[in-house]
C-alpha cells in the first residue's frame, strides 16, 4: 500500500523515450549558427571570450541563488558581470555580499572551469569526474541540514565528493515528502546513469533533450547528501558546450518557477518542459550574444532587420511549440480530473445499488464535429471566436445511468485558439443531453471559459487552470443532478 505522506515514490531510472525527437527543438541550429558566424566574423577574438566570460560569472552567481544558499539583489550581480569576481572582496567588505556567499561564488565559477577543462581534454563522463565536480563546487560548504531520528532539523559535516550514507528526501512545504535513491542504490544508478548518456552521444541525441534528461535524472538519484542541483546544473551546462553553446544560465528571478514547475512534470514522465526551458534558455541568451557582437562591429541596418526577423520568426515558433505544449499538460490535468470523479460516481452508484456508465474520453475524434458545434456556440456565449482552424483539443465525461430510457449526459472541457492572435488559448466547459448521434442535443448547460498563454507560464498556469476547472465542472455536475 503506497505511503500516504509520500508525494513523488522513488523508482529506477529510465532511459529516454524512443520518440524523443517529438520533443527536441532543431530551432536552436539556426540560433546557434547565428551565433557562431558572428563570433568568426570578429578580428578580435577577445570581444567574444569577454561575453562568454560574462556568462561564466552569472552561471556562478545563480546557480547559488536559486538554490536559496545566498541572496544577492540585481544591481549587485550586474556589478559582479561587469567588473568580474575579483571585486568579490570589496563587496564582501562593504557588506553588498557576505563572506561565505563570495566564497560559495569563488568555488561555483572553479567548477564551472573545471567543466570547460573537461570538454577542452575530451575526458569521458564518469563518476569519478562527478565527485571531483562535487568536491569543488562545495569546497567552502562544511555542514548541510539533515533530520535526526526524531525528525528534528539538524547541521551535520557535509560529505564533499563521496555519495550520500543517509537517505535525503526532503519534506516538501504540504509536509509530503519527495523520495530520492536510497543509499544502498546510488552507485548502481549512477552507472546506469552514464551508461545511457554513453549511448545517446554514440545516436546523436540532440543536446538539448540529452541536457534535460541527464539533468532530470541525476536530481531523481540525488546521489550527493547536498549540491546535488548545483551539479545537475553543471552537467546540463557541460552537454551544451560540448556541442558549442553556451553555458546553461537558469536564472532565479525569471525562470525558478517554470524551472521547478518542469522538474516535476518530468518526474511524471513528461520531459517535454525542461527541454522546452533549457532551449528558450539558450535561444535568448544566443541572440543576446549575436546582437553584442553585431553592436561592437557596427553592422549594417540590413543585416540588423534580418536578424531582428529571423528573432522573432524563432520566438512566433517556439510561442507556439511552448503553448501546445502547456495545452497538453492542461488537457492531461482535465483528464485526471474527470476520471477522479469517473471512479467516485462509480463508487457511489455502487453503493446505492444503481448502475452507471462513466467514462472518459480524450480526443475522440469521430465526434469531432459535434463538439465543435457545441464549442462554436459556447465561444459565442462566453463572447469570442473560437478559431477551430488551429490547435483543438478536449476531454469528456460520458455518463449514462443503467435505467430504462436513462438519457445519456456528456462534460466536455475544449481546448481552442481564441481569437486570431497567435498563442492565445481557450478552455471551455458545458455539459450536454443526449448521444451526440442525435440530432441536436436536448438540452446544454455552458459552466464558463478560461484564457491562458504561453507568457502565463511565468506565473502557474497549471494552478489557475485547476482552479478554474474545479468549480466549473463542480457547477455542472450540481446541474446533471438536477436533470436526472
Known amino acids: 500500500m503506497p505511503d500516504p505522506r509520500v508525494a513523488y515514490e522513488w523508482q529506477p531510472l529510465e532511459n529516454l523515450p524512443e520518440d524523443w525527437d517529438a520533443i527536441s527543438r532543431p530551432d536552436l541550429d539556426e540560433a546557434l549558427h547565428a551565433w557562431q558566424s558572428e563570433r568568426q566574423s570578429l578580428r578580435d577574438p577577445l570581444k567574444a571570450e569577454q561575453l562568454e566570460a560574462r556568462l561564466r560569472r552569472l552561471w556562478a552567481i545563480e546557480t547559488g541563488i536559486i538554490e536559496r544558499l545566498y541572496t544577492i539583489d540585481r544591481g549587485t550581480t550586474e556589478s559582479l558581470i561587469n567588473l568580474g569576481l575579483e571585486a568579490l572582496g570589496r563587496f564582501s567588505t562593504t557588506g553588498r555580499v557576505s563572506p561565505q556567499a563570495a566564497r560559495l561564488i569563488e568555488d561555483q565559477l572553479a567548477a564551472l572551469e573545471f567543466v570547460f577543462a573537461y570538454?577542452?581534454?575530451?575526458r569521458p563522463l564518469s563518476t569519478s569526474y562527478i565527485k571531483e565536480l562535487?568536491?569543488?563546487?562545495?569546497?567552502s560548504q562544511t555542514e548541510t541540514e539533515a533530520m535526526d531520528p526524531t525528525g528534528r532539523r539538524i547541521m551535520v559535516p557535509l560529505l564533499r565528493g563521496d555519495w550520500k550514507k543517509s537517505p535525503n528526501n526532503p519534506v516538501r512545504s504540504d509536509g509530503l515528502i519527495h523520495q530520492y535513491a536510497p543509499p544502498e542504490h546510488v552507485q548502481d544508478e549512477m552507472d546506469a546513469l552514464l551508461a545511457w548518456h554513453h549511448d545517446h552521444l554514440q545516436a546523436g541525441i540532440r543536446p538539448?533533450?540529452?541536457a534535460a534528461w541527464i539533468h532530470h535524472r541525476f536530481t531523481q538519484i540525488h546521489p550527493f547528501q547536498d549540491g546535488n542541483g548545483r551539479v545537475a546544473r553543471a552537467l546540463a551546462t557541460m552537454i551544451f558546450l560540448k556541442a558549442g553553446f553556451l553555458p546553461l544560465v537558469i536564472r532565479d528571478a525569471e525562470h525558478r518557477e517554470r524551472?521547478?514547475?518542469a522538474l516535476e512534470m518530468a518526474d511524471h514522465r513528461d520531459l517535454a518542459p525542461l527541454v522546452n526551458l533549457f532551449s528558450n534558455v539558450e535561444s535568448k541568451d544566443l541572440e543576446e550574444a549575436v546582437t553584442f557582437v553585431r553592436e561592437m562591429r557596427g553592422a549594417g541596418i540590413t543585416s540588423i532587420a534580418r536578424a531582428a526577423a529571423g528573432t522573432a520568426r524563432r520566438r512566433s515558433d517556439a510561442g507556439q511549440r511552448a503553448v501546445s505544449l502547456l495545452t497538453t499538460t492542461l488537457v492531461e490535468s482535465a483528464r485526471i480530473k474527470l476520471e477522479e470523479i469517473e471512479a467516485e460516481l462509480r463508487e457511489a452508484f455502487r453503493d446505492a445499488g444503481v448502475g452507471i456508465e462513466a467514462r472518459v474520453f480524450v480526443n475522440d475524434e469521430s465526434n469531432e464535429h459535434w463538439w465543435q458545434h457545441n464549442v462554436v456556440a459556447a465561444a459565442r456565449v462566453f463572447g469570442y471566436y473560437a478559431n477551430l482552424g488551429r490547435q483543438r483539443r478536449w476531454v469528456h465525461l460520458r455518463l449514462k445511468l443503467g435505467l430504462a430510457d436513462a438519457a445519456t449526459h456528456h462534460i466536455v472541457v475544449s481546448?481552442?485558439?481564441k481569437g486570431v492572435r497567435l498563442g492565445v488559448m481557450?478552455?471551455?466547459a458545458f455539459l450536454v443531453a443526449n448521444d451526440v448521434d442525435q440530432d441536436a442535443p436536448e438540452s446544454i448547460e455552458f459552466g464558463s471559459a478560461h484564457?491562458?498563454?504561453?507568457?502565463q507560464a511565468l506565473r502557474s498556469p497549471v494552478e489557475e487552470f485547476s482552479a478554474w476547472l474545479?468549480?466549473?465542472?463542480?457547477?455542472?455536475l450540481n446541474t446533471w443532478q438536477s436533470w436526472l
Do not use: G, K
Not at 474545479?470 to 455542472?476: A, F, Q, S, V
Open 415 to 417: 481546448f481552442h485558439h
Open 451 to 455: 484564457e491562458f498563454t504561453y507568457s
Open 119 to 122: 570538454i577542452r581534454d575530451d
Open 470 to 476: 474545479e468549480p466549473t465542472i463542480r457547477r455542472l
Open 208 to 210: 538539448e533533450v540529452e
Open 134 to 139: 562535487h568536491q569543488m563546487l562545495c569546497r
Open 259 to 261: 524551472y521547478l514547475d
Open 426 to 428: 481557450a478552455a471551455v
